[in-house]
């Protein structure tokens, strides 16, 4: 009876490792598209503060001056309206800089170092934005095999340590006859 019952479970852990196997190269495989549609976003974000702050470049241009000169002027008044319209115009061009500086370093790391300078560099409020709007992709670049094929690993190796932990649970539940 034990032989007759030790096929099908065979059976059923090979077929769980292959589908571990499998889900790990699916997520994997999804980072270089979810990375993607990120960088397009964060370009969105981008593009829009300059266009924002080229508005307030011009608007000091009118009054001769630079926009640190201009946001320092709004920071001066007495007003405090006045004055919390350069604490913003300040975040803004300071958030700016940030995503830049973000968008450069994303754009310039290697295909396989870029889910650490992802983690990095990233702005999650920006990151949560894509997730939710995220389509799934089919990965066929070099890069998306790569990290199929590292996902296919990692879930391999996930259910393997799995199993290994679990099984002596198992075995000594058999032996212990209660």
Same mark, same amino acid.
């Given at each position: 009876?034990?032989?007759?019952?030790?096929?099908?479970?065979?059976?059923?852990?090979?077929?769980?490792?292959?589908?571990?196997?499998? *889900?790990?190269?699916?997520?994997?495989?999804? !980072?270089?598209?979810?990375? &993607?549609?990120?960088?397009?976003?964060?370009?969105?974000?981008?593009?829009?503060?300059?266009?924002?702050?080229?508005?307030?470049?011009?608007?000091?241009?009118?009054?001769?001056?630079?926009?640190?000169?201009?946001?320092?002027?709004?920071?001066?008044?007495?007003?405090?309206?006045?004055?919390?319209? &350069?604490?913003?115009?300040?975040?803004?061009?300071?958030?700016?800089?940030?995503?830049?500086?973000?968008?450069?370093?994303?754009?310039?790391?290697?295909?396989?170092?870029?889910? !650490?300078?992802?983690?990095?560099?990233?702005?999650?409020?920006?990151?949560?934005?894509?997730?939710? +709007?995220?389509?799934?992709?089919?990965?066929?670049?070099?890069?998306?095999?790569?990290?199929?094929?590292? &996902?296919?690993?990692?879930?391999? !190796? *996930?259910?393997?340590?799995?199993?290994?932990?679990?099984?002596?649970? !198992?075995?000594?539940?058999? +032996?212990?006859? +209660?």
């Amino acid at each position: 009876m034990k032989k007759l019952l030790r096929y099908p479970l065979r059976f059923l852990s090979g077929l769980l490792d292959r589908l571990a196997a499998l *889900l790990g190269a699916t997520l994997l495989a999804q !980072f270089p598209q979810f990375y &993607g549609q990120y960088l397009q976003r964060l370009g969105g974000h981008i593009d829009e503060l300059r266009r924002t702050l080229s508005a307030y470049e011009q608007a000091a241009a009118t009054l001769g001056l630079s926009l640190d000169q201009y946001i320092e002027e709004h920071l001066a008044a007495d007003s405090q309206v006045i004055a919390s319209s &350069g604490e913003i115009i300040a975040d803004l061009a300071a958030r700016l800089w940030q995503l830049e500086e973000a968008l450069q370093a994303l754009v310039s790391a290697t295909p396989l170092t870029r889910w !650490f300078v992802f983690i990095r560099h990233a702005d999650w409020s920006i990151a949560r934005q894509c997730w939710h +709007s995220f389509t799934p992709g089919l990965p066929t670049t070099p890069e998306g095999l790569v990290y199929a094929g590292v &996902g296919l690993l990692l879930g391999w !190796f *996930l259910y393997s340590l799995a199993q290994a932990l679990l099984s002596p649970a !198992f075995k000594e539940k058999k +032996s212990n006859p +209660s």
